[in-house]
């Protein structure tokens, strides 16, 4: 008897939770990478997905077409549509946003003026770096873009309305370039391997339970 259906594959989005290394160097895993895989493993149980909601990640869905639309404009991309496939292999799963010929292109919408990395040099979200590597695995492409935006925050988000039209584009958008990474990816796989050994080691367990 299996407890869980499918196998473990890490999306994207969680590539970074499944990267942050275990404090013990005796341990596979870090404390945050069992939190992940915990929740992922009550989520095959229950049928639920855990609904994390706040008004940044509210706006982000909500302006989720304004953003690849404002992205398409300022950075005068090619002839480009929103994707609407998901990328899966042996290891990982992943929907990006946006797909050149030759780059992936994953949008984060700023919550207001002041969480926007307007001065940044390298990625403020270290866990966005790889998820891109696994959209370039997924994909084939070798080059990726995770690009900032600034748009209106609507006051319906329980603030006062902030609009930006007034600002000039260039400093409504940041982008942060990379190029795939091999050495990433087999890694990534590994930890993926050590994920579904402990998810192996809870599933009995549980199992035995009478």
């Known amino acids: ?29 870090s404390k945050t990478t069992i939190t992940f895989l915990n929740d992922w493993m009550k989520e095959q149980i229950y049928g639920y997905r855990k609904n994390i909601s706040t008004k940044q990640i509210e706006k982000g869905i909500e302006y989720e077409d304004a953003a690849i ?3 398409i404009d300022w950075c005068d991309l090619p002839f480009v549509v929103k994707n609407e496939k998901r990328f899966s292999d042996d290891f990982f799963t992943g929907e990006p946003d946006l797909l ?29 770096e790889y998820q891109v590597q696994v959209y370039m695995h997924l994909t084939g492409r070798n080059r990726a873009s995770v690009i900032y935006v600034l748009l ?10 902030m609009t930006y039209d007034h600002v000039e584009t ?16 087999e890694d990534l796989k590994q930890r993926v391997i050590n994920c579904r050994t402990y998810i192996k080691q809870k599933e009995n367990e549980l199992l035995s339970k009478n």
Do not use: H, Q
């Open 69 to 71: 639309e404002a992205v």
């Open 152 to 161: 209106t925050t609507p006051e319906t988000y329980n603030t006062t309305e």
């Open 100 to 128: 050149t010929e030759d780059t992936v292109i994953d949008i984060k919408n700023s919550w207001d003026f002041s969480t926007f990395p307007l001065f940044e040099n390298e990625i403020p979200t270290d866990g966005y």
């Open 170 to 185: 260039k400093y409504r958008y940041k982008k942060f370039d990379f190029v795939y990474d091999p050495k990433i990816i």
């Open 1 to 29: 008897m299996e407890l869980f259906k499918e196998e473990f594959k890490c999306r994207a989005s969680g590539a970074g939770s499944l990267m942050t290394d275990p404090k013990k160097k005796t341990d596979t895993l």
